[in-house]
Protein backbone atom coordinates (compact mmCIF):
# COMPACT_ATOMS: atom_id res chain seq x y z
CA UNK A 1 0.00 0.00 0.00
CA UNK A 2 0.80 3.48 -0.18
CA UNK A 3 1.43 3.96 3.73
CA UNK A 4 1.38 2.45 7.05
CA UNK A 5 -1.47 0.97 7.69
CA UNK A 6 -3.38 -0.20 11.39
CA UNK A 7 -6.18 -2.13 12.06
CA UNK A 8 -8.19 -2.21 13.71
CA UNK A 9 -8.78 1.36 14.07
CA UNK A 10 -10.84 1.57 17.03
CA UNK A 11 -11.23 -1.31 19.58
CA UNK A 12 -12.83 -1.59 22.68
CA UNK A 13 -11.67 -4.08 25.65
CA UNK A 14 -12.93 -5.54 28.60
CA UNK A 15 -10.51 -4.47 31.10
CA UNK A 16 -9.06 -8.42 31.60
CA UNK A 17 -9.17 -8.60 27.98
CA UNK A 18 -5.96 -9.46 25.68
CA UNK A 19 -5.67 -7.66 22.44
CA UNK A 20 -3.64 -7.74 19.62
CA UNK A 21 -3.23 -4.66 17.34
CA UNK A 22 -1.43 -4.98 13.70
CA UNK A 23 0.45 -2.95 12.03
CA UNK A 24 1.46 -3.03 7.78
CA UNK A 25 4.52 -1.12 7.08
CA UNK A 26 5.36 0.41 3.81
CA UNK A 27 6.60 -2.19 1.73
CA UNK A 28 10.22 -2.65 1.89
CA UNK A 29 10.87 -0.67 5.06
CA UNK A 30 13.62 -2.31 7.50
CA UNK A 31 12.28 -0.52 10.34
CA UNK A 32 9.53 -0.61 12.32
CA UNK A 33 8.60 1.56 15.87
CA UNK A 34 5.67 1.33 17.90
CA UNK A 35 4.67 3.80 20.20
CA UNK A 36 1.90 4.73 22.72
CA UNK A 37 0.24 8.47 22.57
CA UNK A 38 -1.71 9.09 25.81
CA UNK A 39 -4.56 11.32 25.60
CA UNK A 40 -3.22 14.85 25.41
CA UNK A 41 0.61 13.54 25.68
CA UNK A 42 3.49 13.09 22.78
CA UNK A 43 3.56 9.79 21.55
CA UNK A 44 5.87 7.60 23.62
CA UNK A 45 7.91 4.72 22.19
CA UNK A 46 7.30 1.55 22.86
CA UNK A 47 9.90 -0.91 20.99
CA UNK A 48 11.60 -1.17 17.53
CA UNK A 49 12.14 -3.97 15.18
CA UNK A 50 14.88 -4.33 12.75
CA UNK A 51 13.28 -6.86 9.99
CA UNK A 52 12.74 -9.41 12.58
CA UNK A 53 14.88 -9.04 14.91
CA UNK A 54 13.75 -6.47 17.82
CA UNK A 55 16.65 -4.41 18.80
CA UNK A 56 14.74 -2.47 21.59
CA UNK A 57 12.27 -3.06 23.41
CA UNK A 58 13.05 -0.75 26.46
CA UNK A 59 9.74 1.30 26.37
CA UNK A 60 7.10 -1.62 26.58
CA UNK A 61 5.59 -0.80 30.06
CA UNK A 62 5.04 -4.17 31.50
CA UNK A 63 5.61 -7.82 30.91
CA UNK A 64 1.65 -7.66 29.66
CA UNK A 65 3.15 -6.05 26.59
CA UNK A 66 4.35 -8.41 23.58
CA UNK A 67 5.34 -6.86 19.62
CA UNK A 68 6.43 -9.55 17.08
CA UNK A 69 7.30 -9.01 13.19
CA UNK A 70 8.03 -13.04 12.57
CA UNK A 71 8.64 -12.77 8.71
CA UNK A 72 10.23 -9.11 8.94
CA UNK A 73 7.01 -7.21 7.36
CA UNK A 74 3.71 -7.14 9.93
CA UNK A 75 4.22 -6.35 13.00
CA UNK A 76 1.22 -7.27 16.03
CA UNK A 77 1.59 -5.71 19.36
CA UNK A 78 -0.18 -7.62 22.49
CA UNK A 79 -1.45 -6.79 25.47
CA UNK A 80 -2.76 -9.04 27.45
CA UNK A 81 -4.79 -8.92 31.00
CA UNK A 82 -5.81 -4.98 29.77
CA UNK A 83 -5.96 -2.20 32.26
CA UNK A 84 -7.32 1.20 32.38
CA UNK A 85 -4.18 2.97 32.10
CA UNK A 86 -3.24 0.99 28.81
CA UNK A 87 -6.26 2.94 27.28
CA UNK A 88 -4.50 5.24 24.48
CA UNK A 89 -3.81 5.59 20.76
CA UNK A 90 -1.10 2.96 19.59
CA UNK A 91 0.84 4.19 16.77
CA UNK A 92 3.27 2.46 14.05
CA UNK A 93 5.80 4.13 12.00
CA UNK A 94 8.05 2.40 9.60
CA UNK A 95 11.40 3.45 7.96
CA UNK A 96 13.46 2.62 4.95
CA UNK A 97 16.26 2.24 6.59
CA UNK A 98 18.52 1.09 9.62
CA UNK A 99 18.91 3.80 11.20
CA UNK A 100 15.79 5.29 12.91
CA UNK A 101 16.57 8.78 12.42
CA UNK A 102 15.54 8.04 8.76
CA UNK A 103 11.88 9.48 8.10
CA UNK A 104 9.50 7.68 10.06
CA UNK A 105 6.60 7.44 8.05
CA UNK A 106 3.25 6.92 10.51
CA UNK A 107 -0.06 4.66 10.51
CA UNK A 108 -3.34 6.65 11.65
CA UNK A 109 -2.74 4.48 14.86
CA UNK A 110 -5.50 2.04 17.13
CA UNK A 111 -7.44 4.16 19.31
CA UNK A 112 -7.72 1.06 22.43
CA UNK A 113 -10.21 1.60 25.14
CA UNK A 114 -9.95 -0.78 27.93
CA UNK A 115 -13.56 -0.47 30.24
CA UNK B 1 17.92 11.24 29.78
CA UNK B 2 16.77 13.44 26.65
CA UNK B 3 13.96 15.30 26.98
CA UNK B 4 11.60 17.94 24.82
CA UNK B 5 9.56 21.02 25.93
CA UNK B 6 6.78 22.60 24.26
CA UNK B 7 6.21 25.39 26.52
CA UNK B 8 2.90 26.30 25.49
CA UNK B 9 0.29 23.71 25.37
CA UNK B 10 -1.86 25.91 23.04
CA UNK B 11 -1.59 28.91 20.64
CA UNK B 12 -3.94 31.21 18.73
CA UNK B 13 -3.36 32.95 15.70
CA UNK B 14 -5.51 34.90 13.12
CA UNK B 15 -5.17 33.51 9.44
CA UNK B 16 -2.46 35.10 7.63
CA UNK B 17 -0.40 36.04 10.87
CA UNK B 18 2.58 34.57 11.06
CA UNK B 19 3.15 31.67 13.53
CA UNK B 20 6.10 30.20 16.15
CA UNK B 21 6.00 27.12 18.26
CA UNK B 22 8.74 26.79 20.73
CA UNK B 23 10.76 23.47 21.34
CA UNK B 24 13.57 23.08 23.64
CA UNK B 25 15.64 20.06 24.23
CA UNK B 26 17.99 18.95 26.41
CA UNK B 27 20.60 16.72 25.24
CA UNK B 28 24.37 16.55 25.46
CA UNK B 29 25.64 16.04 21.90
CA UNK B 30 24.38 17.59 18.66
CA UNK B 31 20.72 15.80 18.65
CA UNK B 32 18.86 15.09 15.44
CA UNK B 33 15.47 16.98 15.40
CA UNK B 34 12.25 16.70 14.12
CA UNK B 35 8.93 18.60 14.19
CA UNK B 36 6.14 16.57 12.82
CA UNK B 37 2.03 18.07 12.60
CA UNK B 38 -0.97 15.44 13.49
CA UNK B 39 -4.27 16.17 12.49
CA UNK B 40 -7.56 15.19 13.71
CA UNK B 41 -8.07 11.72 12.54
CA UNK B 42 -4.69 11.71 10.40
CA UNK B 43 -1.20 10.02 11.59
CA UNK B 44 2.08 12.05 12.70
CA UNK B 45 3.62 13.73 9.34
CA UNK B 46 7.11 14.82 9.40
CA UNK B 47 7.14 18.75 8.40
CA UNK B 48 11.13 18.81 8.47
CA UNK B 49 14.01 17.52 10.54
CA UNK B 50 17.64 18.92 11.31
CA UNK B 51 20.39 16.79 11.72
CA UNK B 52 23.86 18.76 10.94
CA UNK B 53 24.49 21.38 8.44
CA UNK B 54 22.64 24.34 7.87
CA UNK B 55 20.40 25.52 11.08
CA UNK B 56 17.65 27.12 9.31
CA UNK B 57 15.68 24.11 7.69
CA UNK B 58 12.64 24.31 5.55
CA UNK B 59 10.07 21.79 5.50
CA UNK B 60 7.00 21.10 3.70
CA UNK B 61 3.89 23.41 3.59
CA UNK B 62 5.53 26.42 3.81
CA UNK B 63 7.27 25.45 7.36
CA UNK B 64 10.76 26.61 8.82
CA UNK B 65 13.11 25.74 12.08
CA UNK B 66 15.99 27.19 13.25
CA UNK B 67 18.56 25.36 15.31
CA UNK B 68 20.03 27.28 18.05
CA UNK B 69 22.67 25.36 20.03
CA UNK B 70 23.22 28.36 22.42
CA UNK B 71 19.45 28.73 23.39
CA UNK B 72 19.07 24.54 23.05
CA UNK B 73 16.03 25.68 20.79
CA UNK B 74 14.71 24.52 17.77
CA UNK B 75 11.92 26.77 16.75
CA UNK B 76 9.19 26.63 14.10
CA UNK B 77 7.63 29.17 12.17
CA UNK B 78 5.68 30.16 9.64
CA UNK B 79 5.20 33.31 8.23
CA UNK B 80 1.53 33.27 7.10
CA UNK B 81 -0.62 30.85 9.07
CA UNK B 82 -3.72 28.70 7.05
CA UNK B 83 -6.81 27.78 8.45
CA UNK B 84 -5.50 24.31 7.40
CA UNK B 85 -3.02 24.82 9.76
CA UNK B 86 -4.71 23.97 12.60
CA UNK B 87 -3.56 20.84 13.99
CA UNK B 88 -1.40 19.67 17.31
CA UNK B 89 2.32 19.98 16.86
CA UNK B 90 4.96 17.71 17.97
CA UNK B 91 8.72 18.70 18.54
CA UNK B 92 10.72 15.41 18.59
CA UNK B 93 14.58 14.04 19.34
CA UNK B 94 16.51 11.16 18.59
CA UNK B 95 19.37 10.02 20.47
CA UNK B 96 22.87 9.57 18.45
CA UNK B 97 23.13 5.88 19.03
CA UNK B 98 20.00 4.08 18.86
CA UNK B 99 17.02 4.90 17.19
CA UNK B 100 14.13 5.97 19.62
CA UNK B 101 12.71 9.24 18.84
CA UNK B 102 11.68 11.57 21.99
CA UNK B 103 8.43 13.80 21.51
CA UNK B 104 7.01 16.75 23.34
CA UNK B 105 3.90 16.53 24.89
CA UNK B 106 2.53 19.37 21.38
CA UNK B 107 1.52 22.36 21.14
CA UNK B 108 -2.24 22.51 19.73
CA UNK B 109 -2.70 25.47 17.05
CA UNK B 110 -5.69 27.17 17.03
CA UNK B 111 -6.70 29.52 13.60
CA UNK B 112 -8.62 32.48 13.68
CA UNK B 113 -10.87 33.11 10.93
Known amino acids: GAGVSQSPRYKVAKRGQDVALRCDPI?????LFWYQQALGQGPEFLTY????????KSGLPSDRFFAERPEGSVSTLKIQRTQQEDSAVYLC?????????????FGPGTRLLVL | AQSVTQPDIHITVSEGASLELRCNYS??????LFWYVQSPGQGLQLLLK??????LVQGIKGFEAEFKRSQSSFNLRKPSVHWSDAAEYFC???????????FGKGTRLHILP
Open chain 2, 92 to 102: AVAENRDDKII
Open chain 2, 27 to 32: YGATPY
Open chain 1, 27 to 31: SGHVS
Open chain 1, 49 to 56: FQNEAQLD
Open chain 2, 50 to 55: YFSGDT
Open chain 1, 93 to 105: ASSFTARGKETQY
